[in-house]
């Protein structure tokens, strides 16, 4: 399941955030006599109040901006990144790569002129700048001679080129890409088609398991191969064959003989989502050596700087529905494996070596914030920094990423709750932003403050962290009505994080809580497990519990209160108003109604049942029914509006309409909102989309202040 073998298992948390979005976007791609050369904000055009908008609006989407993959090069001196733009005119985030002095701040363009520009990666000297970019039609592989300022397009690709590696001696650039293949075909339409004739478009024959994924659509027959191209342009040589999918990253010997890749090529890779190896590529012969073995997913390796060890991700798969992600060293013929992360209770993401080769930088999360730790090779961790984050626009996830230099500089991502992420860099334990992207926009609007509370579960007393942002000019004391937002994943985490729905929703007048209960990542394996087969559960009572803390803070108004939230968000938004009645009204996004429907319609189907639930729907229908907020829909009084993007293949249309319907049937009020064209991944993808989804729930809300009384002509 190309693109579905995620290490987090954590498939109803969003994939494709427009903020870390490496590749472009949905949308389609403007000419290059349509796109602007810049994008346009939404304040290009003016206005003709008498003064300046003080509160945030989705009109102020368009003027947003987000830096992504900051990569420093190695002599630290400068760093590339990615920086997203909204355009008003194409209703899209534009992407582009820049360029910054780390002496004197100064940045200057890359690429993305002529179309979107991502992925930059430094040659081994830093003499040359390779990247993807869509200029002149599809995403191909492009190099800058950074000196002369040169660029060239070196490859004529059929797909977009992913996994960007150069190689050791800069002569080489390794890739991935998707090799198409021939679709299943059963039967034909008759011959005899007269000229001139419209017959119908020709059957779809599927074969795959998952046949459809999220944000791609219905997937292309081909298998994800891996390349080699000269550096200086010429023919590409693909390296891997075989059905299967061979994915990045990739990571060379400092000889540039072999590449390392992670990949499951095991003859039942579709029936087993999470299993992957570390496979060692002979260049010159294309001679392939796997170098683990055990049941679980290995991946990301990187080869040492002395080439005498590779590090890897992965774990043990125990059929859980969360493990931390760990650590791993190995010599590199594959023997002498070490977990190093084992007596550390956190997932461990990006990894890079350090100079000297005696630690590894990792990047992981801890109570909703995101930080880098180096971890030696005894297995001791420091912290290096915090205070990253990049994990979208429209809700305050944890994220960011991060690069070294060979003098132990971190380029990073980071910003604050009312600050989208910008380009940052470490040295000596100490950082320094680089940008200052949304300038404009801070100096004119006011934006809610964010404060962080704790509760103690009623279940268990179990510690449970929220983040309330507060309405614009929040007078202390003062009773506003309370925003209950849920995150999804379920594993996932909240944070202190930039959130324009957060700030929407507060410049209407609403303290908005992003709470993280049990099953939410970076508090530990066990606190993310109290949710294994189990979901939805006690988590329940986690939110009810921080909920009831912000009214005892004399900040929430009991009387008040509303609840929203997408993907697993909208699974315990609906679970919420099946189990109390204690909001005025709900809005639940993209949810989970029914895990049997769930199960066999959405875009992982070898995972929900066998991992999340513990068996198929035909083994154990009580458990599917149990767990299904459908199962409450009896004792729903609460208005809910229900949203869902029109091409969501992670928790399908039919999901929503079921629930739309059933409470129509019920006579509880409803609406049903679809977006058009969207994903689940992507539903905020598109800057009005995201804005007339927030106005929407906003507008919902408002209509049900002071409640709702069944009438008692429509009694059941």
């Given at each position: 399941?190309?693109?579905?073998?995620?290490?987090?298992?954590?498939?109803?948390?969003?994939?494709?955030?427009?903020?870390l979005?490496?590749?472009?976007?949905?949308?389609?791609?403007?000419?290059?006599?349509?796109?602007?050369?810049?994008?346009?904000?939404?304040?290009?055009?003016?206005?003709?109040?008498?003064?300046?908008?003080?509160?945030?609006?989705?009109?102020d989407l368009?003027?947003?901006?987000?830096?992504?993959?900051?990569?420093?090069?190695p002599?630290?001196?400068?760093?590339?990144?990615?920086?997203?733009?909204n355009?008003?005119?194409?209703?899209?985030?534009?992407?582009?790569?820049?360029?910054?002095?780390?002496?004197?701040?100064?940045?200057?363009p890359?690429?993305?002129?002529?179309?979107?520009?991502?992925?930059?990666?430094?040659?081994?000297?830093?003499?040359?700048?390779?990247?993807?970019?869509?200029?002149?039609?599809?995403?191909?592989?492009?190099?800058?001679?950074?000196?002369?300022?040169?660029?060239?397009?070196?490859?004529?690709?059929?797909?977009?080129?992913?996994?960007?590696?150069?190689?050791?001696?800069?002569?080489?650039?390794?890739?991935?890409?998707?090799?198409?293949?021939?679709?299943?075909?059963?039967?034909?339409?008759?011959?005899?088609?007269?000229?001139?004739?419209?017959?119908?478009?020709?059957?779809?024959?599927?074969?795959?398991?998952?046949?459809?994924?999220?944000?791609?659509?219905?997937?292309?027959?081909?298998?994800?191969?891996?390349?080699?191209?000269?550096?200086?342009?010429?023919?590409?040589?693909?390296?891997?064959?075989?059905?299967?999918?061979?994915?990045?990253?990739?990571?060379?010997?400092?000889?540039g003989?072999?590449?390392?890749?992670?990949?499951?090529?095991?003859?039942?890779?579709?029936?087993?989502?999470?299993?992957?190896?570390?496979?060692?590529?002979?260049?010159?012969?294309?001679?392939?050596t796997?170098?683990?073995?055990?049941?679980?997913?290995?991946?990301?390796?990187?080869?040492?700087?002395?080439?005498?060890?590779?590090?890897?991700?992965g774990?043990?798969?125990?059929?859980?529905?969360?493990?931390?992600?760990?650590?791993?060293?190995?010599?590199?013929?594959?023997?002498?494996?070490?977990?190093?992360?084992?007596?550390?209770?956190?997932?461990?993401?990006?990894?890079?070596?350090?100079?000297d080769?005696?630690?590894?930088?990792?990047q992981?999360?801890?109570?909703?914030?995101?930080?880098?730790?180096?971890?030696?090779?005894?297995?001791s961790?420091?912290?290096?920094?915090?205070?990253?984050?990049?994990?979208?626009?429209?809700?305050?996830?944890?994220?960011?990423?991060?690069?070294?230099?060979?003098?132990?500089?971190?380029?990073?991502?980071?910003?604050?709750?009312?600050?989208?992420?910008?380009?940052?860099?470490a040295?000596?334990?100490?950082?320094?932003?680089?940008?200052?992207?949304?300038?404009?926009?801070?100096?004119?609007?006011?934006?809610?403050?964010?404060?962080?509370?704790?509760?103690?579960?009623?279940?268990?007393?179990?510690?449970?962290?929220?983040w309330?942002?507060?309405?614009p000019?929040?007078?202390?004391?003062?009773?506003?009505?309370?925003?209950?937002?849920?995150?999804?994943?379920?594993?996932?985490?909240?944070?202190?994080?930039?959130?324009?729905?957060?700030?929407?929703?507060?410049?209407?007048g609403?303290?908005?809580?992003?709470?993280?209960?049990?099953?939410?990542?970076?508090?530990?394996?066990?606190?993310?497990?109290?949710?294994?087969?189990?979901?939805?559960?006690?988590?329940?009572?986690?939110?009810?519990?921080?909920?009831?803390?912000?009214i005892?803070?004399?900040?929430?108004?009991?009387?008040?209160?509303?609840?929203?939230?997408?993907?697993?968000?909208?699974?315990?938004?609906?679970?919420?108003?099946?189990?109390?009645?204690?909001?005025?009204?709900?809005?639940?996004?993209?949810?989970?109604?029914?895990?049997?429907?769930?199960?066999?319609?959405?875009?992982?189907?070898?995972?929900?049942?066998?991992?999340?639930?513990?068996?198929?729907?035909?083994?154990?229908?009580?458990?599917?029914?149990?767990?299904?907020?459908?199962?409450?829909?009896?004792?729903?009084?609460t208005?809910?509006?229900?949203?869902?993007?029109?091409?969501?293949?992670?928790?399908?249309?039919?999901?929503?309409?079921?629930?739309?319907?059933?409470?129509?049937?019920?006579?509880?009020?409803?609406?049903?909102?679809?977006?058009?064209?969207?994903?689940?991944?992507?539903?905020?993808?598109?800057?009005?989309?995201?804005?007339?989804?927030?106005?929407?729930?906003?507008?919902?809300?408002?209509?049900?202040?002071?409640?709702?009384?069944?009438?008692?002509?429509?009694?059941?």
């Amino acid at each position: 399941m190309r693109k579905l073998a995620v290490l987090s298992a954590s498939l109803l948390m969003l994939q494709a955030q427009a903020g870390l979005a490496q590749e472009p976007q949905e949308a389609p791609e403007p000419s290059a006599e349509q796109r602007p050369e810049a994008a346009m904000s939404g304040s290009a055009a003016g206005a003709d109040r008498s003064g300046p908008e003080r509160r945030f609006t989705g009109a102020d989407l368009f003027d947003l901006a987000i830096a992504a993959d900051p990569q420093i090069s190695p002599d630290g001196r400068y760093i590339a990144y990615v920086r997203r733009s909204n355009d008003i005119m194409s209703d899209r985030a534009v992407s582009t790569i820049w360029l910054i002095d780390t002496r004197t701040g100064e940045e200057v363009p890359v690429a993305g002129r002529g179309g979107d520009a991502f992925a930059p990666r430094w040659s081994p000297d830093g003499d040359r700048l390779a990247y993807a970019s869509t200029e002149g039609g599809s995403p191909q592989l492009w190099v800058r001679w950074m000196e002369g300022g040169e660029a060239v397009r070196l490859t004529g690709l059929p797909t977009s080129p992913s996994n960007i590696t150069w190689s050791p001696d800069g002569r080489s650039i390794a890739y991935t890409m998707l090799v198409k293949q021939d679709g299943p075909k059963l039967g034909a339409a008759p011959t005899d088609k007269p000229e001139g004739a419209e017959w119908a478009e020709p059957l779809e024959v599927h074969d795959l398991l998952t046949y459809r994924a999220d944000g791609q659509g219905y997937i292309e027959p081909g298998f994800e191969k891996v390349f080699v191209v000269p550096a200086t342009g010429g023919a590409p040589r693909q390296l891997t064959f075989g059905r299967y999918h061979d994915g990045g990253p990739l990571s060379w010997s400092p000889d540039g003989g072999t590449l390392y890749f992670g990949a499951n090529r095991n003859a039942d890779w579709q029936t087993d989502p999470l299993e992957g190896e570390i496979y060692a590529l002979d260049v010159a012969t294309g001679g392939l050596t796997r170098l683990t073995d055990r049941d679980g997913p290995d991946g990301s390796p990187l080869s040492s700087p002395d080439g005498k060890l590779i590090a890897y991700l992965g774990f043990d798969d125990a059929l859980r529905a969360y493990e931390n992600t760990n650590l791993y060293v190995m010599n590199r013929d594959g023997s002498g494996r070490r977990n190093l992360t084992a007596d550390w209770d956190f997932s461990a993401a990006s990894i890079a070596w350090d100079a000297d080769g005696r630690g590894i930088y990792v990047q992981y999360d801890e109570r909703g914030e995101t930080k880098v730790a180096r971890v030696g090779l005894d297995g001791s961790v420091k912290e290096v920094i915090g205070g990253l984050s990049g994990g979208g626009f429209d809700r305050p996830y944890t994220g960011g990423s991060f690069s070294v230099a060979a003098d132990d500089s971190i380029a990073f991502t980071g910003g604050t709750p009312t600050r989208p992420a910008e380009v940052q860099i470490a040295r000596g334990g100490k950082a320094r932003m680089l940008t200052d992207l949304n300038r404009s926009l801070r100096e004119v609007k006011a934006l809610g403050e964010v404060r962080k509370i704790t509760a103690a579960s009623s279940h268990d007393g179990l510690e449970i962290d929220g983040w309330l942002t507060l309405p614009p000019g929040y007078v202390e004391g003062q009773r506003v009505p309370l925003i209950l937002e849920i995150h999804g994943g379920p594993f996932s985490a909240y944070g202190p994080h930039f959130s324009t729905d957060n700030q929407l929703y507060a410049a209407a007048g609403y303290a908005v809580l992003s709470a993280n209960p049990r099953g939410s990542t970076s508090y530990g394996e066990a606190f993310a497990n109290q949710i294994d087969k189990a979901y939805p559960g006690n988590d329940y009572f986690d939110l009810m519990s921080i909920v009831d803390r912000a009214i005892a803070l004399g900040i929430a108004d009991p009387d008040a209160l509303f609840v929203t939230g997408g993907s697993g968000g909208g699974v315990l938004t609906s679970w919420i108003v099946g189990k109390t009645r204690r909001f005025k009204a709900a809005a639940t996004q993209k949810p989970v109604i029914n895990w049997t429907t769930q199960a066999l319609t959405a875009d992982g189907p070898a995972f929900f049942g066998r991992y999340w639930l513990g068996a198929q729907p035909w083994e154990d229908h009580e458990t599917y029914w149990r767990l299904s907020p459908l199962s409450l829909v009896g004792n729903v009084e609460t208005p809910t509006l229900v949203v869902v993007g029109s091409e969501d293949y992670r928790t399908p249309v039919s999901e929503s309409e079921q629930y739309y319907t059933a409470l129509r049937l019920r006579g509880v009020p409803t609406a049903l909102v679809k977006v058009p064209g969207a994903s689940h991944g992507g539903i905020a993808a598109r800057p009005s989309q995201s804005a007339a989804k927030a106005s929407a729930i906003l507008a919902w809300f408002a209509r049900y202040r002071e409640g709702w009384e069944r009438p008692a002509t429509t009694a059941d």
